[in-house]
């Protein structure tokens, strides 16, 4: 097994970029919720503990049996993580007198630390915390200080356990990526080696051995990740696996003739669906953006009912789950808060007797897309921007109709089309078009006109649990507009959408 970085999560904003700073210095690591901590063995190299919006004084506040590993493997407490190291072993922490929240710089730093190697005096790290950390207990030195906060980092003496009191894993903590290579790299000896090849070499070999001789079922959405998790099994199995590529009639203009070329001149064995009356029929009347879902989603399992048991002797069915759709179904205190119904997480229903196979289910997205690259897989796909698993239907605000799904088809294809003419395709991570279900006045020649409004959508993001409006030049979005509302009948208005998230989603359903 790799070595790995354990990372306890503590329900901090931030844990997942924590874990996405470890990987790029290749080396694996997984993210736990503090009340479900893993066996502790010896691939295990060095443990991290996050942050959180709660405060050790609280009650009730989240809690794990730190001495359970500390002096045994390398500890790094981050913020919450360094607070709740002080708070059990006797220190103080105390609210503090202002918020401490924003930049700040090192104007102490004890460079002899391990920890701290080769950081400038200075250096702008990233606070963002309620409580600060007045007294240390017993055997607790400080190592580095702002000008307001004096524990802005600490070390345990004679044993490799370290808090710090700001966030190293975001960008504005300037030095912050050097401090965690010197704690995964240095400190916890980590041997860097965790990349695409060996990826790919060591989920081969697992997936051969776990399948065996077995037929594998496995439905292609055209994105990334189902892609990828196909061209894996793929190249375990070979034509063991049979893709099923529905066209849900929710896809964009001239996707499903387009994708299915493209998955045939990969080798894969793909039977192509049409069902879009069939979803059509399963959406009439419904508004709600999750109802739609579930109602996608529904019909969905049952096509791919349909197919599979076309096929004989099929026992495992492959899906292209990644790790954040994992991370997000489960939260540190039980069940979260549903933001939006995961189409891949959740298990099958009953009547589908098919063992789960994700190949992908450790990876975030920039590194499927690497894995994908190193496979070989075409660009106009591992390039292609996330497209949501229920498609267009949560792209068009209020109930769906063949109509409808075809104006948005046509706006969707003028944006996407111009993006890549323009050569703006690539600097955008996920773009599209939503229906708005409003209508607008306006003047077309002579004429009075009250009709449909669209917005159009682009956003910069790594992974998708952050993301930024992307700044469009104003003349390119002008050509947009005039292009949309001149060839789209039935369209008058477009409008940009220049929300981020958060605290906004991407797709607006």
Request: aromatic residues 8%; glycine residues 10%; negative net charge.
């Amino acid at each position: 097994m790799a070595e790995q970085i354990l990372i306890l999560d503590f329900g901090s904003q931030y844990t997942q970029l924590i874990a996405r700073r470890v990987r790029e210095l290749n080396v694996y690591c997984e993210i736990h919720p503090y009340n479900k901590v893993p066996e502790i063995t010896s691939d295990i190299k060095g443990i991290i503990l996050s942050g959180s919006p709660c405060s050790v004084r609280d009650e009730g506040a989240p809690d794990v049996d730190i001495d359970a590993f500390r002096g045994k493997l390398p500890v790094l407490g981050v913020c919450y993580g360094a607070q709740l190291l002080a708070s059990k072993y006797g220190g103080e922490v105390l609210p503090s007198t202002i918020r401490e929240y924003g930049r700040a710089n090192l104007d102490h730093i004890d460079l002899h630390h391990d920890l701290l190697k080769e950081m400038t005096h200075g250096s702008q790290v990233w606070m963002s915390h309620g409580d600060t950390i007045k007294e240390l207990p017993t055997g607790f030195e400080v190592i580095a200080s702002t000008s307001s906060v004096r524990v802005a980092a600490f070390k345990v003496e004679g044993e490799k356990t370290y808090g710090i009191q700001f966030h190293p894993e975001v960008t504005h903590s300037l030095e912050g990526k050097n401090l965690l290579r010197n704690f995964v790299v240095g400190i916890c000896e980590c041997n860097q080696d965790w990349t695409s090849d060996t990826f790919i070499d060591a989920t081969v070999a697992e997936l051969k051995a776990k399948i065996g001789s077995d037929k594998v079922v496995m439905g292609l959405s055209g994105g990334v990740d189902s892609s990828v998790a196909a061209t894996l099994i793929h190249r375990a199995i070979g034509d063991q696996l049979t893709c099923v590529f529905v066209d849900n009639g929710l896809l964009r203009k001239n996707e499903f003739e387009e994708v299915l070329d493209s998955y045939q001149h990969m080798g894969l064995n793909v039977i192509g669906v049409d069902s879009k009356q069939r979803f059509y029929d399963a959406l009439a009347g419904l508004t709600d953006p999750e109802a739609k879902r579930k109602a996608i989603g529904r019909v969905f399992i049952e096509v791919f009912d349909d197919e599979a048991h076309k096929i004989e002797g099929v026992k495992w069915l492959g899906q292209g789950t990644i790790y954040p759709d994992v991370i997000e179904s489960v939260s540190v205190k039980g069940p979260s808060a549903t933001i939006k119904s995961h189409h891949n997480v959740g298990g099958l229903p009953d009547f589908m007797k098919l063992s789960v196979v994700e190949p992908l289910n450790t990876l975030f997205k920039d590194e499927v897309r690497e894995v994908g690259r190193a496979l070989g897989i075409p660009e106009n796909i591992i390039g292609r921007h996330p497209f949501p698993g229920p498609g267009l239907a949560i792209r068009i605000l209020g109930d769906i109709t063949a109509e409808k799904v075809k104006t948005l088809q046509e706006v969707d294809y003028i944006f996407i089309q111009g993006l890549k003419n323009h050569g703006l395709y690539d600097q955008v991570w996920q773009a599209g078009a939503i229906l708005l279900p409003i209508q607008s006045v306006g003047v077309m020649g002579d004429e009075r006109t009250y009709e449909k409004v669209v917005a159009l959508r682009a956003v910069g993001s790594v992974d998708g649990m952050t993301a930024d409006w992307i700044h469009l030049p104003y003349d390119f979005l002008g050509k947009m507009s005039n292009e949309i509302i001149n060839r789209v009948k039935g369209v008058n208005r477009v409008v940009y959408d220049i929300s981020s998230k958060p605290p906004a989603t991407i797709e607006w359903e």
